[in-house]
């Protein structure tokens, strides 16, 4: 089993910046593909960002490349989405999650444990 727990989350204006971090406890994250999704009201779990077991592999949805950089320490069982150029569109309840592999994921079935999500709010 692995637990996640997500923090960071907060209200913002557009253009700013936030950083969400995740702690991963119980197996050794670093055997663990990673990634962040997120949920807006009314609509479905969304694909935001992947990153592989050893961090060198990383991929990002269309609508947040070139804003949005996914990180992780695996000395320290970390996880991290730093988030620039907020835009009121990203607003949602965003998760970690991590996968019983080494290969980053795209599909919410690819992964295996998820964190209880934090909100993130970006006004106009």
């Known amino acids: 089993q692995v637990q996640l727990v997500e923090s960071g989350g907060g209200l913002v204006q557009a253009g700013g910046s936030l950083i969400l971090s995740c702690a991963a406890s119980?197996?050794?994250?670093?055997?663990?593909?990673a990634g962040w999704f997120r949920q807006a009201p009314g609509k479905e779990r969304e694909f935001v960002a992947a990153?592989?077991?050893?961090?060198?592999?990383?991929s990002y949805t269309d609508s947040v490349k070139g804003r949005f950089t996914i990180g992780r320490n695996n000395a320290n069982n970390m996880l991290f989405l730093q988030m620039n150029s907020l835009k009121p569109e990203d607003t949602a309840v965003y998760y970690c999650?991590?996968?019983?592999?080494?290969?980053?994921?795209?599909?919410?079935?690819?992964?295996?444990?998820w964190g209880q999500g934090t909100q993130v709010t970006v006004s106009s």
């Open positions: 990153i592989s077991w050893s961090g060198g592999t990383t």
């Open positions: 119980g197996r050794t994250f670093s055997n663990y593909a």
């Open positions: 999650a991590a996968r019983a592999s080494r290969g980053v994921g795209y599909a919410r079935d690819e992964y295996n444990y």
